[in-house]
C-alpha cells in the first residue's frame, strides 16, 4: 500500500514539477508520457478500465492545474521578461539606426571638413594677383581632396587670330604635392614646373577653341576618333576675358566620388584666373601708354627713383637717357596726326629692339621718350644711344602710303658723380644733354659732364 502511495506522490509531483524546473520541450515529453502510460497500464494490468481512465484524467487535471498555477505565480516574471525581450528587440533596432546616423553623421562631417578645406584654399586663391600662385593653390587643393596625375596650365596669344600657345607651360604631377610641398620654392624657380606640349595636347585645343566649351572625358572619343587617350578622365577647361581665350587648363587621370564639387573648384580656379588675368590688363593699361605700348611717365619716373635708391644701397650705376624726334612737327603739318602717330609708334619699338629686356622704356611727352639704363655707366649708355640713334637713323618708315626718314637726339645723364642727388635731376641732367644735342645739329647723342666726386 505504501508503495502505490509513494510511488503516485512521486509521479504526481512530477506533474506538478516539470512545470517549475523543465522546459517548454520537457513539458510537452511529460504531456505525451501519460498517454504512453495510461495507454500501456491498460493495456497491461487487468484493473478496472474506468478507474485507469479515472487516474489519467486526474493526472491531466495536476498537469493542467500546475501550469496554471505556475503562470499565476510568474505572470509579473513572464510580463517583464516580455518587456525586456521587447525592449532588447527596440534597444537593437535603435541600435542599428544610430549606427547607421554615426555613418551618415561621419560622412557628413568628413565632406564637411573637405568643404571647410576647399572653402580655404578658395580664399587663398582669391587672396592672390598672381596666375601661377593660384595655379599652385588649385593643385595643392586637388591633391589633397581628389585624385589625379597631372595638371597642367597653358597660356595663348590673345591678339593672334589663330590658336598660338606662348613658352608659358607649367605642368605639374600629383607627386610633387606630396609631402612638403613648398610653394614659394616654385615661386622663385618657375622654370622647375615648365612642362612641355604634346600632338594629343594640340588636338584638344583646337577643338576647344572650335567650339568654346570645356572638353570633358566622353569628348575624348570624338577628338580623336580611332586613336586612344593614355590618360583616361581628362578634363580641359578655357579661360577666357571678352570671348579671347588666354589660357587653357588640362586635369589627366582625375577620379573623384563627389563630382559635383570637384567641378565647382575647378569653375571656380578658372574664375579666379579670369580675374588675375583682368587685373594685370587694367594694371597694364594703368601703366602703358595708349599708342606707342611703352611704359607712361608717372611709372618711368617712379621706377627711376627707386632705381636710384637700390644704386645708392649697392653702388652701382646707373643711367637716363632722354630721346626727341627730330623735327616731329614737320610729320604732323605735312603728313597729318595719323601719320605722326604711326611714327611714334614705330620708333618706341624700335627703342625698345635696341635695350635689354631689363631696362625700362617710357613716353616722357609729346615725341619724348625716356628710357632707364639698369646697373650702365656712361660709357656704355652711350654705346646704347648711339645704337638707338643708328637703328632709328636706318630704319625705313612706312605710315600709311608714306615712306619717310626719322633721326632721333639723344641726351644722356648717368648716376656715378656726388651730385646727382634725386630722380629730378638725373631726368634734367637728361634732358640738358638733349638740348647740346639738338644745338648741335641734332641726330646725336651727347653726355652731360658733371664733374666726378673728389676722391
Same mark, same amino acid.
Given at each position: 500500500?505504501?508503495?502505490?502511495?509513494?510511488?503516485?506522490?512521486?509521479?504526481?509531483?512530477?506533474?506538478?514539477?516539470?512545470?517549475?524546473?523543465?522546459?517548454?520541450?520537457?513539458?510537452?515529453?511529460?504531456?505525451?508520457?501519460?498517454?504512453?502510460?495510461?495507454?500501456?497500464?491498460?493495456?497491461?494490468?487487468?484493473?478496472?478500465?474506468?478507474?485507469?481512465?479515472?487516474?489519467?484524467?486526474?493526472?491531466?487535471?495536476?498537469?493542467?492545474?500546475?501550469?496554471?498555477?505556475?503562470?499565476?505565480?510568474?505572470?509579473?516574471?513572464?510580463?517583464?521578461?516580455?518587456?525586456?525581450?521587447?525592449?532588447?528587440?527596440?534597444?537593437?533596432?535603435?541600435?542599428?539606426?544610430?549606427?547607421?546616423?554615426?555613418?551618415?553623421?561621419?560622412?557628413?562631417?568628413?565632406?564637411?571638413?573637405?568643404?571647410?578645406?576647399?572653402?580655404?584654399?578658395?580664399?587663398?586663391?582669391?587672396?592672390?594677383?598672381?596666375?601661377?600662385?593660384?595655379?599652385?593653390?588649385?593643385?595643392?587643393?586637388?591633391?589633397?581632396?581628389?585624385?589625379?596625375?597631372?595638371?597642367?596650365?597653358?597660356? !595663348?596669344?590673345? =591678339?593672334?587670330?589663330?590658336?598660338?600657345?606662348?613658352?608659358? #607651360?607649367?605642368? /605639374?604631377?600629383?607627386? +610633387?604635392? *606630396?609631402?612638403?610641398?613648398?610653394?614659394?620654392?616654385?615661386?622663385?624657380?618657375?622654370?622647375?614646373?615648365?612642362?612641355?606640349?604634346?600632338?594629343?595636347?594640340?588636338?584638344?585645343?583646337?577643338?576647344?577653341?572650335?567650339?568654346?566649351?570645356?572638353?570633358?572625358?566622353?569628348?575624348?572619343?570624338?577628338?580623336?576618333?580611332?586613336?586612344?587617350?593614355?590618360?583616361?578622365?581628362?578634363?580641359?577647361?578655357?579661360?577666357?576675358?571678352?570671348?579671347?581665350?588666354?589660357?587653357?587648363?588640362?586635369?589627366?587621370?582625375?577620379?573623384?566620388?563627389?563630382?559635383?564639387?570637384?567641378?565647382?573648384?575647378?569653375?571656380? !580656379?578658372?574664375? =579666379?584666373?579670369?580675374?588675375?588675368?583682368?587685373?594685370?590688363? #587694367?594694371?597694364? /593699361?594703368?601703366?602703358? +601708354?595708349? *599708342?606707342?605700348?611703352?611704359?607712361?611717365?608717372?611709372?618711368?619716373?617712379?621706377?627711376?627713383?627707386?632705381?636710384?635708391?637700390?644704386?645708392?644701397?649697392?653702388?652701382?650705376?646707373?643711367?637716363?637717357?632722354?630721346?626727341?624726334?627730330?623735327?616731329?612737327?614737320?610729320?604732323?603739318?605735312?603728313?597729318?596726326?595719323?601719320?605722326?602717330?604711326?611714327?611714334?609708334?614705330?620708333?618706341?619699338?624700335?627703342?625698345?629692339?635696341?635695350?635689354?629686356?631689363?631696362?625700362?622704356?617710357?613716353?616722357?611727352?609729346?615725341?619724348?621718350?625716356?628710357?632707364?639704363?639698369?646697373?650702365?655707366?656712361?660709357?656704355?649708355? !652711350?654705346?646704347?644711344?648711339?645704337?638707338?640713334?643708328?637703328?632709328?637713323?636706318?630704319?625705313?618708315?612706312?605710315?600709311?602710303?608714306?615712306? *619717310?626718314?626719322?633721326?632721333?637726339?639723344?641726351?644722356?645723364?648717368?648716376?656715378?658723380?656726388?651730385?646727382?642727388?634725386?630722380?629730378?635731376?638725373?631726368?634734367?641732367?637728361?634732358?640738358?644733354?638733349?638740348?647740346?644735342?639738338?644745338?648741335?645739329?641734332?641726330?646725336?647723342?651727347?653726355?652731360?659732364?658733371?664733374?666726378?666726386?673728389?676722391?
Amino acid at each position: 500500500m505504501w508503495k502505490y502511495l509513494i510511488l503516485n506522490a512521486l509521479w504526481f509531483s512530477i506533474l506538478f514539477l516539470v512545470h517549475f524546473v523543465g522546459s517548454t520541450k520537457d513539458r510537452r515529453i511529460v504531456f505525451i508520457s501519460i498517454f504512453a502510460l495510461a495507454a500501456y497500464l491498460a493495456a497491461r494490468t487487468p484493473i478496472d478500465p474506468f478507474a485507469w481512465m479515472y487516474y489519467v484524467l486526474f493526472s491531466f487535471l495536476v498537469f493542467y492545474g500546475a501550469g496554471q498555477f505556475r503562470e499565476w505565480a510568474f505572470a509579473g516574471a513572464t510580463i517583464l521578461e516580455d518587456e525586456i525581450d521587447m525592449a532588447s528587440r527596440e534597444y537593437g533596432h535603435a541600435r542599428h539606426l544610430l549606427s547607421e546616423k554615426s555613418l551618415e553623421a561621419e560622412i557628413l562631417e568628413k565632406r564637411a571638413a573637405e568643404i571647410s578645406g576647399l572653402y580655404d584654399k578658395v580664399k587663398e586663391m582669391s587672396r592672390s594677383l598672381d596666375a601661377i600662385e593660384v595655379f599652385l593653390i588649385f593643385g595643392e587643393a586637388l591633391a589633397e581632396y581628389f585624385e589625379f596625375q597631372t595638371m597642367k596650365l597653358v597660356s !595663348f596669344d590673345e =591678339e593672334s587670330l589663330g590658336m598660338i600657345p606662348t613658352d608659358e #607651360v607649367y605642368e /605639374l604631377s600629383s607627386k +610633387d604635392f *606630396l609631402g612638403l610641398f613648398d610653394r614659394k620654392y616654385l615661386l622663385k624657380n618657375r622654370e622647375k614646373a615648365r612642362g612641355t606640349l604634346f600632338p594629343g595636347d594640340t588636338k584638344i585645343f583646337n577643338h576647344i577653341f572650335k567650339t568654346q566649351r570645356p572638353v570633358e572625358t566622353e569628348d575624348l572619343h570624338d577628338i580623336f576618333q580611332a586613336q586612344l587617350m593614355q590618360n583616361q578622365n581628362l578634363v580641359a577647361y578655357p579661360m577666357s576675358v571678352h570671348k579671347k581665350i588666354f589660357g587653357i587648363v588640362m586635369l589627366a587621370g582625375l577620379r573623384s566620388e563627389n563630382k559635383r564639387l570637384l567641378r565647382i573648384l575647378i569653375e571656380r !580656379f578658372v574664375s =579666379e584666373m579670369e580675374r588675375v588675368r583682368l587685373y594685370e590688363r #587694367v594694371e597694364t /593699361l594703368a601703366i602703358t +601708354d595708349g *599708342l606707342t605700348g611703352v611704359y607712361v611717365r608717372r611709372h618711368l619716373l617712379d621706377r627711376l627713383t627707386g632705381e636710384l635708391d637700390r644704386s645708392r644701397r649697392f653702388g652701382f650705376k646707373l643711367s637716363f637717357l632722354m630721346i626727341d624726334i627730330d623735327f616731329f612737327k614737320r610729320f604732323n603739318d605735312s603728313y597729318g596726326h595719323l601719320v605722326g602717330d604711326a611714327v611714334l609708334k614705330q620708333v618706341a619699338e624700335a627703342i625698345k629692339s635696341s635695350v635689354r629686356e631689363v631696362d625700362l622704356v617710357g613716353r616722357y611727352g609729346g615725341e619724348e621718350f625716356g628710357v632707364l639704363l639698369i646697373e650702365t655707366d656712361e660709357n656704355l649708355a !652711350f654705346l646704347v644711344a648711339e645704337r638707338i640713334r643708328r637703328t632709328i637713323e636706318e630704319k625705313a618708315f612706312k605710315a600709311y602710303d608714306e615712306k *619717310l626718314k626719322v633721326t632721333v637726339s639723344i641726351g644722356c645723364s648717368t648716376y656715378s658723380y656726388y651730385e646727382v642727388l634725386d630722380a629730378t635731376m638725373i631726368v634734367e641732367t637728361a634732358d640738358s644733354a638733349l638740348y647740346q644735342a639738338k644745338r648741335q645739329g641734332r641726330n646725336r647723342v651727347c653726355l652731360y659732364n658733371l664733374p666726378k666726386a673728389p676722391p
